[in-house]
């Protein structure tokens, strides 16, 4: 006889299609960068950048640590979707990634509907016109016949608005409006942060070749016209505009290496010329804005200045 425990077999059942094309998408992720860890440990000051850009930018009740959740499984995802081949710096390739997750971590935790809130741009982009044409802020009348729009809808479409905004539940009849509204006005340590990061770029500036310096300080600081500085150098209005350009790769390198390194663009020929230019170009900027922060400052006394 037969033992049933022999010939007794269970059935052999296939994945669900969804399970398998996950199991496949994972195990072809790793395939492509087995080094997806390594990568997102390496680049999580980069969700700390993106974090920070977003905060200044919505209102004071979104959450700070939700944000950085989003941002966080994003750059695992991208970490892992990652292929090095194609030529792309994994910081470009991650960096759209995170800031999308966290829209539309904003975009669900929004009280107002998209269609809400684009109403309401709408009806703020026309306030602002007529305001600059009247002289005046308009009344809602004028702005639903700007906007083709009854009375009612441009109320409803404030009203809708406002129901969204989010107040502390501590607030109580004691304030204000200005106690309630969220600040927009930078804190300390930012003012402190931009300060220094214009007294870096005055430096870099300062350490620009001539004429970029010359291009820089007429475009941007003088607002002059290229045709005019162009005529100045004896060049090109063209050649102007590639000055300008290079000494905006230029500045624009030394304020990454400074303040953001995370998102400095290594060169693609490190050994090449360009590269040590660049190099000695960002050394040049660090040297000076550090030599000048350990200068002994000046101080005035009775109409005399003296080293303090």
């Known amino acids: 006889?037969?033992?049933?425990?022999v010939t007794e077999s269970r059935p052999i059942t296939a994945p669900a299609p969804g399970e398998a094309r996950t199991a496949a998408l994972s195990d072809a992720a790793i395939a492509v960068n087995p080094d997806a860890d390594r990568l997102a440990v390496e680049n999580l000051p980069l969700v700390a950048h993106v974090v920070r850009e977003t905060m200044a930018r919505v209102p004071s009740h979104v959450d700070r640590n939700d944000l950085r959740s989003a941002g966080l499984v994003a750059l695992v995802t991208a970490a892992r979707s990652y292929d090095p081949a194609r030529g792309v710096p994994f910081v470009r390739y991650a960096a759209p990634r995170i800031r999308g997750a966290m829209v539309d971590e904003l975009r669900s935790i929004d009280w107002a509907s998209r269609s809400v809130r684009r109403r309401s741009r709408e009806i703020e982009e026309a306030r602002a016109r007529?305001?600059?044409?009247?002289?005046?802020?308009?009344?809602?009348?004028?702005?639903?016949?700007?906007?083709?729009?009854?009375?009612?809808?441009?109320?409803?479409?404030?009203?809708e608005v406002s129901r969204a905004v989010v107040l502390p539940l501590d607030a109580g009849a004691q304030q204000g409006l200005a106690d309630l509204l969220p600040g927009r006005e930078p804190g300390p340590a930012e003012r402190a942060e931009h300060l220094e990061r214009v007294r870096y770029l005055a430096d870099a500036v300062d350490e620009l070749p001539e004429r970029m310096q010359h291009v820089v300080r007429g475009y941007f600081l003088e607002e002059r016209p290229m045709a005019e500085l162009a005529a100045e150098l004896?060049?090109?209005?063209?050649?102007?505009s590639q000055l300008r350009a290079e000494a905006l790769v230029l500045l624009r390198d030394a304020l990454a290496e400074a303040f953001d390194p995370h998102l400095a663009q290594p060169h693609p020929n490190p050994n090449g010329v360009a590269a040590r230019r660049r190099l000695a170009y960002t050394s040049a900027v660090a040297a000076r804005y550090a030599a000048r922060r350990t200068m002994p400052a000046r101080v005035v006394r009775h109409g005399l200045e003296s080293t303090a």
Do not use: K
Not at 1 to 5: A, C, G, N, Y
Not at 135 to 140: L, Q, T
């Open 1 to 5: 006889m037969t033992d049933p425990e």
């Open 130 to 159: 007529l305001a600059a044409t009247m002289g005046e802020f308009p009344d809602d009348e004028a702005v639903a016949a700007a906007l083709g729009l009854s009375n009612d809808e441009v109320v409803r479409a404030d009203s």
């Open 234 to 240: 004896g060049v090109t209005e063209s050649r102007i």
